[in-house]
């Protein structure tokens, strides 16, 4: 008799959907359930999968509109503006083997050539691709979330310090500028339509 007894859909919010009972409270996303890929041409790389191994901790897209103010007799109406992606910053463990090191220093070389002090002639040469995905914490390859993150670029890249009082492991700090951000979810797009529901296909075609 017991067994039977359900109460779980009185948790969270008093609502009412259609069939007149409550809704209960949803899985929320985990922090810790995540992703990060670096995609070519990062480092000169293909794919950057020691990056993916070793990331401690990323940021999530954040956009900003401007506001344009039009002055009338009495009055101020404001329209929107253009829009801004706010930097990310994404943290990274340093390996003992210098793998970590070596794949941020080549894309630090592509931007800027410290020893020949030159640059390349368009930013394409070295701008690379990052997905970060939320994923649901079985074994599935599937993310149930992803944000495509297009032209990046290193705007800071901070080696961390050293510390005899400190036992933890060393990290490396990047911060990105990208250009625009996609978001997908598990049946497609969150913030605008491609006419398909599949994450890995729309991202493998935005990535050529």
């Not at 070519?40 to 401007?66: C, H, I, K, M």
């Amino acid at each position: 008799m017991a067994q039977s007894i359900v109460t779980k859909d009185k948790f969270g919010v008093p609502i009412e959907d259609a069939n007149g009972t409550g809704a209960g409270i949803m899985m929320p996303k985990l922090k810790y359930r995540f992703r990060v890929s670096f995609h070519a041409p990062f480092g000169g790389e293909t794919r950057s999968t020691t990056l993916t191994q070793n990331v401690q901790s990323v940021g999530r897209p954040a956009v900003a509109y401007a506001e344009q103010e039009i002055h009338s007799y009495n009055s101020i109406v404001y329209l929107q503006g253009k829009h801004s992606w706010s930097p990310i910053d994404i943290v990274v463990r340093d390996d003992i083997s210098n793998s970590v090191s070596k794949a941020i220093g080549a894309q630090v070389q592509r931007q800027v050539n410290h020893f020949q002090q030159t640059t390349t002639a368009s930013a394409n040469d070295f701008k690379f691709g990052v997905s970060v995905q939320v994923l649901d914490g079985t074994a599935s390859n599937a993310p149930t979330e992803e944000w495509f993150l297009e032209g990046c670029f290193l705007t800071n890249v901070a080696y961390g310090d050293h510390d005899y009082s400190a036992a933890e492991a060393q990290q490396i700090t990047l911060t990105l500028r990208f250009d625009n951000a996609l978001q997908f979810g598990a049946d497609g797009p969150l913030n605008g339509g491609f006419g398909d529901n599949n994450i890995l296909g729309l991202v493998t075609s935005l990535l050529g």
